[in-house]
């Protein structure tokens, strides 16, 4: 039975299941990236839900695992050499388990540092802008009556869907033929965008097609469709 005393988030989502991965998050485009990894992977795991909309990712225990206070975090009890690990940033965590495994991931090298990158466009880039968006389009910020705000990150989102599309061209995943972690870093963000964030005619993402046929063969695969409702709400 493995021990996660170490852990005082453990304290207040205690595991049931101490000797599976312990994943602390909620459904949302960060989320579930590693909801969607785990079950693409197989890996057993055991979700806790953190209710952002009762502040619990700033509670002493959450924040002792993640200080940046954002979701996801995890708990590998079997880690490196055989020790517990605790982790935050969903790419970080993405990358850790594809390493874990050898799965999701190139082997060769060359290889391996593209798909990297692209888990860095998505955590720089793509994430931010398209929060932004859905900030001054849909919550709070729709209500400030200067728009110049709203214009900046759309045509910013805008650029960002431009370059997905032009590396979709020709191909079916980011990495061609190889399902990566890249694809599964981008997903929720882009369905996000134009489902809950209702930005799809703002953006004007019908006009990239070779993006649009990329969202549409992720969503329609059962882990990601099994990911996107983990953890469920209370």
């Known amino acids: 039975m493995a021990d996660l005393s170490a852990f005082p988030i453990a304290t207040r989502w205690p595991a049931k299941h101490p000797d599976r991965i312990q994943l602390y998050s909620a459904t949302t485009p960060n989320g579930v990236k590693i909801s969607i990894a785990l079950e693409e992977l197989g890996l057993p795991y055991e979700p806790h839900l953190i209710n952002i909309g009762k502040n619990e990712s700033w509670t002493p225990e959450f924040l002792s695992l993640n200080p940046n206070g954002k979701i996801p975090a995890i708990i590998d009890p079997n880690g490196p050499d055989g020790a517990p690990i605790g982790l935050f940033e969903s790419g970080a965590i993405l990358l850790y388990l594809a390493e874990k495994t050898?799965?999701?991931?190139?082997?060769?090298?060359?290889?391996?540092?593209?798909?990297?990158?692209?888990?860095?466009?998505?955590?720089?880039?793509?994430?931010?802008?398209f929060g932004q968006v859905g900030f001054f389009h849909?919550?709070?910020?729709?209500?400030?009556?200067?728009?110049?705000?709203?214009?900046?990150?759309?045509?910013?989102?805008?650029?960002?869907?431009?370059?997905?599309?032009?590396?979709?061209?020709?191909?079916?995943?980011?990495?061609?033929n190889d399902y990566t972690?890249?694809?599964?870093?981008?997903?929720?963000?882009?369905?996000?965008?134009?489902?809950?964030?209702?930005?799809?005619?703002?953006?004007?993402?019908?006009?990239?097609?070779?993006?649009?046929?990329?969202?549409?063969?992720?969503?329609?695969?059962?882990?990601?469709?099994?990911?996107?409702?983990?953890?469920?709400?209370?």
């Open 102 to 129: 050898g799965l999701l991931i190139p082997a060769d090298g060359a290889r391996r540092y593209e798909t990297i990158q692209w888990v860095f466009f998505q955590m720089a880039s793509v994430g931010p802008m």
């Open 181 to 234: 972690i890249a694809d599964i870093s981008l997903l929720g963000w882009v369905r996000n965008l134009i489902g809950f964030y209702e930005a799809r005619d703002l953006v004007g993402f019908d006009d990239f097609t070779n993006l649009a046929a990329w969202l549409e063969r992720g969503l329609a695969r059962p882990a990601v469709q099994k990911g996107l409702t983990i953890p469920a709400r209370s």
């Open 138 to 176: 849909k919550f709070a910020g729709r209500e400030i009556a200067d728009k110049r705000p709203l214009e900046r990150y759309r045509d910013e989102s805008r650029r960002l869907l431009g370059v997905l599309d032009v590396r979709l061209k020709g191909r079916k995943w980011i990495m061609d």
